[in-house]
């Protein structure tokens, strides 16, 4: 893979991502406040992949790839994310907390993909635990703080985060596969797990109830989490991948947890403890560590 750097379009996209990534998180939350969090799921793929079937052919690649994406990134990551933001987590903490993918990744490649973890590798996920046990410890239930329910939650959506990373490598070995259309037709397979979800969980009444009281804000949110959430950022994230090293492509995601702190702060005047913050800042140096450690390393070797 070509060792050029970033053209000033990637940048431009790379920092898209992160906008949209960051800003996501708040987005979640006001949809969660008219949606129940199975619908939400089932409403936000829906929307991301019934309008364009007909438009776009279905990926290069066997089946069960595209299944396997939809339901560990679809209903795994976004049921357990959902979920947690409705049960008491805070917007802030997910977008930090979120980032235990990289370290989840690492910790499935190794055994699943055959892939040998560096040294430095190790010590940013050791330290960025250090930070996840902080951030932890500092939970409550009074209104405006992280519940543990909603903690474990979105690790939990960490952790499918990185299994669904863990099959977007594998078909990565079968050859080269055009990013829009995979994203398109894996969000068809989550639809009906959530709506099932959704009518147990909540009942008809409920379902039809929200569905039939849907306002903009909601519908908005929704648009948002689709188009730009899923179509968009996962698409250009992609390509990036595919034209430079992840090296180069996967540090701007330390800039996600900036963001979603900041969003949380302007719109749900969100403020972290002391605790949380401390935590928060290992868990970056940890990204930081895992990310740029190895490239440090060879620079001085």
Do not use: C
């Amino acid at each position: 893979m070509s060792a050029i750097p970033l053209s000033r379009g990637d940048l431009l996209r790379a920092l898209a991502v992160v906008v949209i990534w960051g800003l996501n998180f708040v987005v979640m939350k006001v949809g969660l406040q008219g949606i129940g969090p199975m619908l939400l799921g089932a409403l936000r793929f829906a929307a991301a992949s019934l309008p364009f079937l007909l438009f776009v052919r279905f990926p290069n690649l066997p089946v069960r790839y595209v299944l396997a994406y939809g339901l560990a990134q679809g209903l795994g990551q976004f049921g357990f994310l959902f979920l947690g933001l409705s049960l008491g987590m805070t917007v802030g903490m997910a977008s930090v907390v979120m980032q235990t993918q990289a370290f989840f990744t690492l910790l499935l490649a190794v055994p699943l993909l055959g892939e040998r973890a560096r040294a430095t590798q190790w010590l940013g996920l050791t330290v960025a635990l250090s930070g996840l046990v902080l951030i932890a410890t500092a939970h409550g239930e009074g209104p405006g703080q992280m519940t543990l329910a909603g903690f474990v939650l979105t690790l939990g959506a960490g952790f499918m985060w990185a299994v669904s990373n863990i099959v977007v490598r594998l078909a990565n070995r079968l050859g080269d596969y055009d990013p829009l259309p995979f994203i398109v037709w894996s969000s068809v397979f989550p639809i009906l797990p959530f709506l099932a979800l959704a009518l147990w969980m909540d009942g008809p009444q409920t379902v039809l109830a929200q569905l039939a009281g849907l306002r903009w804000p909601a519908l908005l949110a929704v648009l948002f989490l689709a188009w730009l959430a899923t179509l968009l950022a996962y698409t250009l994230w992609t390509q990036l991948l595919k034209r430079h090293p992840a090296g180069r492509v996967t540090p701007f995601s330390l800039l996600v947890p900036v963001v979603g702190l900041w969003s949380a702060w302007m719109f749900f005047n969100e403020l972290p403890l002391l605790q949380q913050w401390l935590g928060t800042g290992l868990v970056l140096l940890g990204l930081v560590v895992n990310q740029l450690g190895g490239w440090w390393m060879a620079r001085r070797a």
